[in-house]
């Protein structure tokens, strides 16, 4: 299980093909999830039309095992074949793996939320940590 905090995207650009297309998506929306069959978070946005690295910083971060990027609308036609195409070529994901975080009263809830810790070792860790403020 990961907490994902934004995810970047480049879109492809055809150097071999005259004009040097680019295949990019009009938007994106990327679907989150612990468990394939219960999809529990997404985000949507405009992708730029250019081939550099987009950051998409997400809204709040977010816990999974899993994320679907979903391509939506194309920018133009394929010269050859007169067919549409979106191309990703390189993706990134930022965040921080739920193994890596301390126990501090952030990561414990955190952790519970995920179901790796109980949530009553959040709250127990919560109310030593505010005894100590």
């Known amino acids: 299980m990961v907490c994902v905090n934004s995810i970047s995207l480049a879109a492809h650009r055809a150097h071999w093909q ?8 009009k938007r994106i929306r990327f679907i989150f999830g612990v468990a394939p ?15 550099h690295m987009q950051k998409f910083q997400l809204p709040r971060p977010v ?11 194309r920018f133009g036609m394929q010269p050859y074949d007169s067919l549409y195409y979106t191309v990703i070529s390189r993706v990134q ?3 921080w793996p739920l193994d890596s975080l301390d126990d501090s009263p ?6 519970s939320l995920a179901g790796v810790v109980t949530e009553e070792a959040a709250n127990n860790a919560y109310h ?4 100590t403020r």
């Open 93 to 95: 994901g930022d965040g």
């Open 63 to 73: 816990l999974a095992t899993w994320c679907t990027i979903v391509l939506i609308g």
């Open 37 to 51: 069959e219960m999809p529990h978070d997404s985000f949507e946005a405009e992708f730029r039309p250019n081939s």
């Open 106 to 111: 952030i990561a414990l809830a955190l952790k």
């Open 128 to 131: 030593d940590y505010e005894a």
């Open 18 to 25: 005259p004009d040097h297309p680019l295949y990019a998506p």
